[in-house]
Nanobody
Framework: QVQLVESGGGLVQAGGSLRLSCAAS????????MGWFRQAPGKEREFVAA????????YYADSVKGRFVISRDNAKASVYLQMNNLKPEDTAVYYC?????????????????WGQGTQVTVSS
């Protein structure tokens, strides 16, 4: 089992920045891809960004391209999401996820482990 714990959420004004972190623990040996997803009130959970084990490949939702950057530090078993130029529509609970393969995907059904989520609220 792999446990994921997100941190870094909070309240920020539009145009501001936040950096989310996700720390993995447990059976973290092995190559696994990581992703960030989000769920706004009344909406389904959606893909935000993903990164392969080697960091060679990253993927972003169109809505966050050019504003968000995903990165990881395998030595620290952590993945990060730098969010810049935040908009009110970015308000959501952000979830970190891991899958037991090194290749990243945008399909949330392919992820095996999930964190509890961290709230991000962007005021206008």
């Amino acid at each position: 089992q792999v446990q994921l714990v997100e941190s870094g959420g909070g309240l920020v004004q539009a145009g501001g920045s936040l950096r989310l972190s996700c720390a993995a623990s447990g059976r973290t040996r092995g190559a696994y891809a990581m992703g960030w997803f989000r769920q706004a009130p009344g909406k389904e959970r959606e893909f935000v960004a993903a990164i392969s084990w080697s960091s060679a490949n990253t993927y972003y939702a169109d809505s966050v391209k050019g504003r968000f950057v995903i990165s990881r530090d395998n030595a620290k078993a952590s993945v990060y999401l730098q969010m810049n130029n935040l908009k009110p529509e970015d308000t959501a609970v952000y979830y970190c996820a891991a899958r037991g393969f090194p290749i990243a995907t945008m399909d949330q059904n392919s992820y095996d482990y999930w964190g509890q989520g961290t709230q991000v609220t962007v005021s206008s």
